[in-house]
C-alpha cells in the first residue's frame, strides 16, 4: 500500500467540477490530471461568460443612447429651464449681493455672527 487509505478521497486540482463526474468518481478530473477536456471545457465557460457581459454591457448602452434626448430636445428643454429666466436671474444675482455684504460683514468683525438674532438677518 502507498499510505492512501481506501476511504482517503484523491488530491484536488484546480479542475474539479464536471456535472457528469463528480469529484472522487472513477472518471473525475482529480484522479485522470491533466485532461484537455477540462480545459477547453473552461476556456469555453470564459468565452461563453465574457460575451454576455459584454453583451449585457452593449444592450445597457443602446438603451442609454435611445433614452437620451437629441439635440433640438436638449435645446427646448434648456430654454425651459428656471436659469433661462431673466426674472430669475437677477433674483438670484441680488440674492448673491446680500449673502456676499453678510460674508464681508463677517469678516470684518471679531463677533460670531453666526450667534446673531434672525432679527438682525432680515435686510
Known amino acids: 500500500m502507498t499510505g492512501r487509505s481506501a476511504r482517503t478521497p484523491p488530491?484536488?486540482?484546480?479542475?474539479?467540477f464536471?456535472?457528469?463526474?463528480?469529484?472522487?468518481s472513477q472518471n473525475s478530473v482529480a484522479t485522470q490530471g491533466f485532461?484537455?477536456?477540462?480545459?477547453m471545457e473552461l476556456l469555453r465557460r470564459l468565452v461563453l461568460g465574457s460575451l454576455?457581459?459584454?453583451g449585457t454591457t452593449g444592450l445597457g448602452?443602446?438603451?442609454?443612447?435611445?433614452?437620451?434626448?437629441?439635440?433640438?430636445?436638449r435645446r427646448e428643454i434648456a430654454k425651459?429651464?428656471?436659469?433661462?429666466?431673466?426674472?430669475?436671474?437677477?433674483?438670484?444675482?441680488?440674492?448673491n449681493e446680500l449673502v456676499m455684504a453678510a460674508i464681508k460683514e463677517?469678516?470684518?468683525t471679531?463677533?460670531?455672527?453666526?450667534?446673531?438674532?434672525?432679527?438682525?438677518?432680515?435686510?
Open 18 to 24: 464536471c456535472p457528469r463526474h463528480p469529484p472522487g
Open 106 to 108: 463677517a469678516a470684518e
Open 52 to 54: 454576455m457581459v459584454a
Open 80 to 95: 425651459e429651464l428656471p436659469e433661462a429666466n431673466p426674472l430669475r436671474w437677477t433674483e438670484r444675482r441680488h440674492q
Open 35 to 39: 485532461s484537455y477536456r477540462a480545459l
Open 61 to 73: 448602452i443602446g438603451a442609454w443612447a435611445l433614452a437620451t434626448p437629441r439635440e433640438q430636445r
Open 11 to 16: 488530491p484536488l486540482s484546480l479542475v474539479t
Open 110 to 123: 471679531n463677533e460670531n455672527v453666526a450667534r446673531r438674532s434672525s432679527s438682525d438677518w432680515s435686510k
